[in-house]
């Protein structure tokens, strides 16, 4: 008997085991030609961790190597003179720093208000959308918009002033592990809330649009980040038996360009784009609330991390939209506010042209299905210095500087209307 219960005790435990990226690495290559280049992106089927994609010959790509692999990776590498440096010798330590910063800013805010300058679970977030309606009932409310496989409500949250107004729309936390995109976009809800009625621009903002906010669309796969494997990404889609992985990018998912480039059909890969469009709860949440929309969406954000990028569709392919001068035109009046707050530097331009191909995305199913121009991927902060580990003292500056982007976008944009 005592040994079943402690083989039952035990599996419970390694069940509940959190990911041990002790000495994990992350390595930084450079393909100068197109056999390097063509190695890495075959790479992408695997379930290697990309963390900035296979793009073009002479740009850094970097990807995270357990430590009992290391060496082959090197050999494999090598085989084909490809060179690297290793950026990151152990990413378990950078995870161990940041709960170490977590917990101690927790402990001196505790019983204070929401603190915004740290990171904070899906049922705090949900928690502080709930505080929000009680609290401003009239501008505030919460719908729930669909529920995931591991039955949690995907909630969203809208800020308005008067009905049918134009919609600004964002989706935040779509890959889970990118925590500062949930972070980013509550300040954002916050300012939003609480300066509406007392400065006047974000009250003409508030005036002009309809907000629609869904702070994480991947709760699942943000819930597994904290539990178990903080470099988590996809949802959590248990895939049928029999399948090597679970999960699906819901980023791969929309049902424009659907497995096209940048994106695999392999279930281990970081990017598999599941067993066809819209097979996700989590992306059919959004075509969802986009139809009942009707049409009304003007501009939508999807945010992430990290690279410091502000990106128009298209992901799929190297096309340019045919409003592509128009989108280029705010989206450089964005990048120019957000550089002007701190001096982060941004680079601007069409996914496919200036960084990979990325299909069935978000933005370009906001783009070309639901006839969105406005429609955009931000990667805020970094460029891999802390890459997903981004510190909490980085938040309300991240925050700050994407906010001064997006405001003087929405001002321009106000002009259209
Ligand atoms: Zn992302």
Not at 309 to 336: C, D, F, H, K
Request: hydrophobic share 40%.
């Amino acid at each position: 008997m005592k040994t079943v219960l402690a083989a039952l005790m035990l599996v419970a435990a390694v069940a509940a085991a959190k990911v041990d990226y002790a000495g994990h690495m992350v390595i930084r290559t450079t393909p100068t030609n197109d056999v390097q280049l063509n190695l890495l992106r075959r790479m992408q089927d695997t379930a290697i961790d990309f963390w900035q994609a296979p793009t073009f010959v002479g740009r850094a790509v970097d990807f995270r190597v357990e430590p009992q692999s290391y060496s082959e990776m090197a050999r494999t590498l090598d085989a084909v003179h490809l060179t690297h440096d290793i950026l990151h010798s152990d990413i378990g330590q950078m995870i161990d720093n940041e709960q170490q910063q977590i917990l101690l800013r927790r402990a001196l805010r505790a019983g204070k208000a929401f603190d915004f300058e740290n990171y904070h679970t899906y049922e705090e977030i949900v928690g502080l959308v709930d505080q929000w309606v009680m609290d401003k009932p009239g501008l505030v409310s919460k719908s729930v918009i669909g529920t995931t496989y591991e039955r949690r409500d995907i909630v969203m949250t809208t800020i308005r002033s008067g009905l049918n107004k134009p919609v600004f729309f964002f989706d935040c936390g779509i890959h889970a592990r990118e925590w500062i995109s949930p972070a980013t976009c509550i300040w954002i809800m916050n300012e939003l809330i609480y300066k509406y009625g007392n400065d006047a621009e974000i009250t003409s903002f508030v005036d002009a649009f309809e907000w629609k906010f869904i702070p994480s669309i991947n709760p699942d796969g943000f819930a597994y980040t904290w539990s178990t494997g903080r470099l988590w990404r996809k949802n959590r889609n248990p895939l049928p038996l029999g399948t090597p992985c679970d999960g699906v990018d819901i980023n791969r998912n929309f049902a424009v360009g659907f497995g096209g480039s940048g994106a695999s059909g392999s279930t281990c890969s970081e990017i598999y784009y599941g067993k066809g469009a819209f097979s996700e709860l989590e992306s059919q949440a959004v075509r969802d609330v986009l139809a009942s929309l009707q049409g009304r969406v003007k501009a939508a954000i999807s945010m992430h991390s990290f690279s410091q990028l502000w990106l128009a569709p298209y992901g799929y392919n190297t096309q340019y939209p045919s409003n592509y001068t128009e989108m280029y035109r705010v989206m450089e009046i964005g990048v120019n506010a957000l550089t002007a707050t701190y001096g982060t530097v941004y680079e601007y331009g069409t996914t496919g042209t200036l960084l990979y191909f990325a299909s069935g995305v978000t933005t370009d199913y906001y783009y070309d299905a639901a006839q969105i121009v406005y429609s955009y991927t931000i990667e805020v902060r970094d460029t891999g210095v802390y890459g997903f580990e981004l510190p909490p003292d980085q938040i309300l500056p991240t925050a700050t500087e994407t906010w001064n982007g997006l405001k003087a976008f929405t001002a321009e944009i106000m002009k259209t209307l």
